[in-house]
């Protein structure tokens, strides 16, 4: 199985996510669905509704009930994406004008902020106490993740540990919550639930441990976003985390000097990105994202072998192969 027919298998309910979205984005003041539309509409690969859908099936669940708790779960992440944009003063977004650069910081936050409690609005409507108090302690912990990024801007102190903190909390959280929802919806044993969860724990570690590798050898074109960004912002990524670590103390005196500078010139950013190519950063990054995904593979045993568990399991793989 690829990935292409993992989609297939829930290409009907993703349709119907995305129907879902549209109809709950709906609002009398015009500027929240033009905002709303205008990111939603501009691509990604869904994986969070996706993995939730797969979850469910995967536990037995073929109700309706999936559907906007897929919805709800990519209104927050897109929530996310429009206030992360006005923090990180972001222009570009999956190759196209951001949406604070199109319509202002202010309709970013504010739209965002619609779409979050609109989530919440559809999560309280499923009348399921458990699935909100997932919901609810992974949002939480998502902006513990974001404060502690802003504080660990242009660090060079940062470590490995601060660095997983970020990536399990930020980013983690929400896709390891979609997948447990899966699970209690389908209404499985505490220990399966408990697999999904983390199942979904280490996807989402290594889904952004690609994606800071990316940051610094992918191309500006096929990537949707300026590549270096992480960088020219001050982000500490585990590519430059390693290269730190295991430089010169000359090397590691510029590489400082360069990630607390608040004016990095294109030479300067150019040289700590070939650093890290050189040190091998990249590889190592790569490598520990590979264990994450071995590492949920080898959770899912505690499943019978499905088709759904098949595409769970191809998409994991799916996190070390792409470009974007």
Do not use: W
Request: aromatic share 6%; proline share 3%.
């Amino acid at each position: 199985m690829n990935f292409e027919q993992a989609i297939q298998l829930v290409e009907e309910e993703m349709k119907a996510v995305e129907a879902d979205m549209a109809k709950n984005f709906f609002s009398e003041i015009a500027m929240i669905p033009t905002v709303s539309r205008y990111l939603i509409s501009s691509g990604g690969k869904r994986i969070r509704p996706l993995l939730l859908l797969l979850s469910a099936r995967l536990c037995g669940h073929s109700g309706p009930r999936a559907v906007p708790l897929a919805s709800s779960i990519e209104f927050i992440h897109t929530a996310t994406l429009l206030h992360d944009d006005v923090v990180d003063r972001a222009f570009l977004r999956r190759g196209l004008a951001s949406a604070n650069s199109v319509y202002g910081d202010g309709a970013s936050v504010l739209v965002g902020d619609f779409l979050f409690t609109k989530a919440f609005s559809m999560i309280v409507g499923e009348r399921s106490l458990p699935i909100l108090d997932v919901i609810s302690k992974a949002t939480t912990r998502m902006a513990e993740g974001e404060v502690l990024q802003l504080t660990k801007m242009g660090n060079p102190e940062t470590t490995e540990e601060d660095y997983r903190y970020v990536v399990i909390n930020k980013t983690a959280v929400l896709i390891s919550a979609a997948c447990q929802i899966g699970g209690i919806l389908g209404g499985v044993p505490e220990n399966q639930e408990r697999a999904l969860a983390a199942f979904g724990l280490d996807l989402g570690i290594a889904f952004q441990l690609m994606d800071d590798t990316l940051d610094y050898i992918s191309e500006e074109k096929t990537l949707g976003k300026i590549i270096g960004k992480d960088l020219s912002e001050g982000k500490v990524t585990l590519p430059l985390i390693y290269t730190l670590r295991t430089s010169s103390p000359e090397g590691q005196e510029r590489l400082r000097a360069v990630i607390r500078s608040p004016n990095r010139s294109e030479e300067d950013l150019r040289m700590v990105m070939q650093t890290v190519q050189d040190s091998g950063g990249i590889g190592y990054t790569v490598n520990r994202a590979a264990d994450y995904v071995q590492q949920a593979k080898d959770g899912l045993a505690i499943f019978s072998p499905t088709q759904e568990r098949e595409a769970l399991l191809e998409i994991a793989e799916y996190t070390l192969k792409r470009k974007k």
